[in-house]
């Protein structure tokens, strides 16, 4: 017996848009060794681990996130989907048959910024572990800028989230499974919204020092990092894409039990500068807003 609400299970995929496609793909595979699973019409995708999660890049004159999505199960998603209706969440698409790669069913939501969230159900296919080594484990999580801190926690928490951490600085942090966090929220006394960053786990914290020494090698500079963020615990280290989107290679995140009880609230207050390594420095002028 499970009374617990539906809830989704971690992200499936993100959208970048990127001024030139081929540049890009380039780089996240030749640089970054991303591991690319295919091309569809003008978009390259990049897929992750066993539970394939995915980077998308598509092309676009104005660069950020196109959307992301979540994982769901297929038993789940409707039940997710009519409780974001009966909040009065915008449903762009009803669940109906997936048309992305991996995509077997999904639904298409709007958050309160107008970021683009779907929902997906994946094939059983899908969720075969990759042959080919791949950096990246999978798509972890994502930092979302939003003037409205309140308002986009309430629409993660009828997805089935919960609220794990929040800091002095305005940020907010948000679990679905093991992880500490999935999505991050970024106060933005300016109003902007979007991404600040999509982060990809390597695994261990030697990893994300070897993989930033061999970026480094590669002429790509890491804007932040390797250092290590009081909420998760995570190593982090950041870089900018040939399209400034910003992406986290991170490692060694603290684990959340992950049945669906109650965690405490844990507060970060201005004891906290983003690093508590002290190799890292504070961030940079691109996570403040
Ligand atoms: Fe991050």
């Known amino acids: 017996m499970n009374a617990s609400p539906a809830r989704v299970l971690g992200l499936q995929r993100v959208n970048f848009g990127v001024l030139d496609v081929a540049e890009s793909a380039a780089f996240y595979e030749d640089k970054v060794r991303f591991v690319p699973?295919?091309?569809?019409?003008?978009?390259?995708?990049?897929?992750?681990?066993?539970?394939?999660?995915?980077?998308?890049?598509?092309?676009?004159?104005?660069?950020?996130?196109?959307?992301?999505?979540?994982?769901?199960?297929?038993?789940?998603?409707?039940?997710?989907?009519?409780?974001?209706?009966?909040?009065?969440?915008?449903?762009?698409?009803?669940?109906?048959?997936?048309?992305?790669?991996?995509?077997?069913?999904?639904?298409?939501?709007?958050?309160?910024?107008?970021?683009?969230?779907?929902?997906?159900?994946?094939?059983?296919?899908?969720?075969?572990?990759?042959?080919?080594?791949?950096?990246?484990?999978?798509?972890g999580h994502i930092v979302l800028w939003t003037p409205d801190i309140a308002r986009m926690e309430a629409f993660f928490e009828v997805?089935?989230?919960?609220?794990?951490?929040?800091?002095?600085?305005?940020?907010?942090?948000?679990?679905?499974?093991?992880?500490?966090?999935?999505?991050?929220?970024?106060?933005?006394?300016?109003?902007?919204?979007?991404?600040?960053?999509?982060?990809?786990?390597?695994?261990?914290?030697?990893?994300?020092?070897?993989?930033?020494?061999?970026?480094?090698?590669?002429?790509?500079?890491c804007i932040w990092g390797p250092g290590r963020h009081g909420p998760g615990n995570n190593i982090f280290s950041y870089y900018f894409d040939p399209s400034k989107n910003i992406f986290e290679l991170y490692g060694d995140m603290q684990r959340v039990p992950t049945d669906r009880s109650e965690i405490g609230v844990r507060y970060w207050g201005t004891e906290h500068r983003g690093d508590i390594s002290g190799k890292a420095g504070p961030p940079p002028a691109e996570f403040r807003s």
């Open 37 to 139: 699973r295919g091309a569809e019409g003008d978009r390259v995708i990049f897929g992750f681990g066993a539970g394939e999660s995915q980077l998308q890049l598509e092309r676009s004159p104005t660069p950020g996130m196109k959307g992301f999505a979540f994982s769901v199960a297929d038993a789940e998603l409707d039940a997710i989907v009519e409780r974001a209706a009966a909040a009065g969440i915008p449903i762009v698409v009803h669940p109906t048959a997936g048309v992305g790669p991996g995509e077997r069913r999904f639904a298409r939501l709007l958050d309160p910024d107008e970021n683009v969230v779907d929902l997906v159900v994946a094939h059983d296919g899908a969720n075969v572990p990759r042959a080919a080594p791949t950096v990246a484990r999978k798509l």
């Open 159 to 221: 997805l089935g989230m919960r609220v794990c951490d929040r800091t002095h600085l305005g940020m907010s942090f948000l679990r679905c499974n093991d992880d500490h966090h999935t999505i991050g929220l970024a106060l933005s006394s300016s109003g902007r919204t979007g991404m600040q960053h999509a982060a990809f786990d390597v695994g261990t914290e030697q990893a994300v020092d070897h993989e930033s020494a061999r970026l480094a090698g590669s002429g790509v500079r």
